[in-house]
């Protein structure tokens, strides 16, 4: 897992240099940032799962912060914001909108393009919308933190049992077979 995760992420250079984050400065030179373990990785899905249901608009500058204060694998925080994109981001924010509904009591309005479209409706959307999204971001945070951890340790248990395995195959006297006690 830790191999499929340092393949898949940028540089620290390239994140270094690239002039959206250049606005941390020399908080980007904390090695803590940049290490993987099994609590940075918990703690940058924590981070980017979060920051995927705040509003699209300057989600990877938050997940950057968030990562830097909080002390997670910053590359790997901002890459999961990217989760939503043009076609993730209706259903997501749509079955926010359902849950603040639901939380709030008030019936919700279809998917019809023409009432979302229209901004006069935004003002009866926003506190649904708002409080779902935070509800969801709430959610999706604490179950990708515990979901990674499960996942690391899992994986972890795993290999030590094959490693116990073969360690043990290793030791292990051989086995006299009846053939291989014959005199030529």
Known sequence: MKKWLKRIMPAPRTLRENRWLSVFGKLLHDPNLWYLNR?????????????????????MG??????????????????LVWITNPVTIPPMFYFAYLVGSW??????????LGFW???HNWVEVMAPLGLGMLVCA?????????????LWHWYLVRAIRRRRLRYQALT??????PSSNRQI
Do not use: E, H
């Open 103 to 112: 939380l709030l009591g008030s019936s919700p309005k279809g998917f019809d």
């Open 138 to 150: 709430t959610g999706c945070s604490i179950l990708g933190y515990f979901g990674v951890r499960l």
């Open 62 to 79: 938050l997940a950057a912060a968030a990562a830097i204060v909080v002390r997670v694998n910053l590359p790997l925080a901002v890459a």
């Open 117 to 119: 479209a229209d901004w």
């Open 39 to 59: 609590r940075s990785a918990a703690g940058a899905f924590a981070v980017g799962f979060f920051m995927m249901y705040m509003p699209p608009i300057g989600q």
């Open 172 to 177: 292990a006297p051989a086995v006299s077979t």
